[in-house]
């Protein structure tokens, strides 16, 4: 009969950011230490986290393991029996070890000959004897950001466990029975605090609030169920879903009573929405209101000390304006809603009024007077200060607009954003508030009365923060500044990155400190969606801009240390890791593994045109719905083989192309290829790929009735270079032999 395991691993508090990880990891690490332990569950684990807890559920656990049988190989045959065919000893010392005749061996076909064999069955022991061997490998398996020490060890051979916080106890049940487990001491234990930690059929339920008996006092259970329905009586809500929920409906009760709406100022509430459910046990949400006079403050400043913050919750009118109110999701009920709203306005008031002080003494002084303070904040131990960088941006920015984009007009805004973007690295909002670095400074140089192209680069110049097509800022949200504001974007990105790279500092496949692939992100970003983001119909490429950061670091500009020039390795991981982002990008925009294969290896470098490769990339996903385009996909692997087999220059010469398959070959190529270049130098690359499907009826005629590997060698040449002047003219566009038939898994 199968039965219920259960098991919950209840801890001290465990940071929100970590429990959706966790939970997804319990279910992974259980499911693979019962199957090696041959007691498959009959399904994914049910999982479950709150702060102090993880739980998981099998429904359905076999009382017993899967029985095994083992083949034991013996002696070889030809050792095992003598001329006469009796038994030699190595057969009957085989065959007695194992409690059987001579006979009653097998005989088994091995790499290495015929060997003498015995079949053994092994019985599998019951879960009740394995189980208690699952749940150190679950405790060790588990990954944390940080790991504890706390005096404990398991008897697994492996002596101390660590693990995210220090666990207080253990509910292990296997068919409502407990399973004996314990954490025990170390033996260099000293504190009193730490005692053996032994697995039983009790839980606790939420640490302060209790409607009978004593708050977190210990709760008997036998089942899930009856464990989850102790719980909700015991103020904890199980399944974060619910917990979700909850939240999300008293919210929207409250801000409706307030005669508003949950704010999304600066897109951060959906964040505290997803974290809020990971901060308690059993929620409720409370109102609360500070004074008006806040509002005067800006409201990036009011939303970010709120959220960021006191994991408060903006409300704003049906007009979107922020009222002078917010709600507060609470680990508590809500009985006492009025004491905790007004703890909590005082603590917001007091925050506030920082805000305000920050923020009036900041304007006293202007962005450009902070610049030489930059001097004082290092922006790399073997990069210089920020205000080396503010140099390095100030004309990389510049030139960037003017060479780059083309638009001169545009680059004093760009010189001065870049210069003064860093400015409010030294200001006390930002010093208070580091999430509103770049925000500040925008609004500050608004203050000031700088152009509006200058403030708004300035208050964007982080964005894009990810690669979707409609990640911030939108072109609305530029206005006129959004020339200036890419310029500036893309050099701070590309100084960043060229930096750092020159620095040593490669981001590796589990470590990225410097934050490189989301810089890199935002400069793919920039340069595929440059059209939508600026109007500017250009193919930008990275490679001048790449050459010209990495040659400010090589000058020393603004008093930075100067950098030996870029080695080969340098430049060679540099673009391979860039490469890797822009694949990434069009990969999570929904282009096939293949399609993005196909455009890479194409004539022209990835990098050097992004916004061009997207084009190509989209036209290539219209067209391949052709059939005779796949197939011509499929044809053209012929095709690139064999134009590898041209040992030269190709072949000007067609006079000895005389079968009427490679001469309509040739003709075909001769008026389709014009046709095929001239729409792909207007761009049109839906029409460029749907001309060049068109080769494939003659191609295929050509391919089944030429041969073109004969042994005359000049009319082999000019065969040969008649398939080069086509895999020639398909790279311009893309190699599409990479182009995965639909009927075949997309690599």
Known sequence: MDRELLIEIGTEELPA??????????????????????????GPPETYSTPRRLTARVARIPERQADVEELITGPAVAASFGPDGAPTPAAAGFARKHGVEVAALERVETARGTYLAFRRQQRGRTAVDVLPDVLPGVLRELSFPRSMRWDAALDDGRGEMTFGRPIRWILFLYGGRVVPFTIRRTELAQSGLVQEVRSAAVTYGHRFLATTGRAGRAIKVRTFDEYRARLLENFVILDRGERHDKIARELDAHAQRLGGRVSTAAGAQSRLLEEVPDLVEYPAVVAGTFAP?????????????????????????????????????????????????????????????????????????????????LETLLFHKRLGSYRAKAERLERLAGWVAREVFGEGARAEEAALAGRLAKADLVTDMVRELTELQGTMGGIYAREEGLPEAVWRAIYNQYLPASV????????????????????????????TIVGLFAAGERPTGTRDPMGLRRQAHGVMKILVDLRELTGLDAAVGLEAMLERARAEYAEGCGGGPALPEENQAERRDRAVFLEERLRFLFQQRGFGYDEVNAVAGARRSFLDAPFDARLRLEALQRVRALPEFEALAVAFKRVKNLARELPGEPSPSTGRLTEPAERGLLQEYETRGAAVRAAASRREYFEAFRLAAGFRERLDRFFTEVFVMVEDEGLRTERLSLVWRLHDLMLDLADISEIVPRSEPNR
Do not use: C, Y
């Open 17 to 42: 950011s970590w429990l959706l990880p966790l939970t997804r990891q319990l279910g992974e690490v259980l499911t693979a230490g019962l199957a090696a332990l041959r007691l498959p569950a009959d």
């Open 293 to 373: 006079e806040f509002l005067t403050l800006p409201e990036e400043v009011l939303a970010t000390t709120m959220i960021h913050h006191q994991h408060f919750f903006p409300v704003v009118n049906p007009s979107g304006r922020l009222l002078p109110a917010f709600l507060a999701v609470t680990n508590t009920q809500a009985d006492n809603a009025r004491a905790l709203s007004r703890n909590f306005e005082r603590v917001l008031t007091a925050r506030l009024r920082d805000a305000r002080f920050f923020f009036d003494a900041d304007r006293a002084t202007s962005l450009e007077a902070r610049v030489p303070a």
């Open 468 to 495: 979707e097509s409609d990640a911030p800022p939108s072109r609305a949200d530029l206005g006129p500044a959004a020339l200036p504001w890419a310029a500036l974007a893309l050099a701070d990105k590309l100084d």
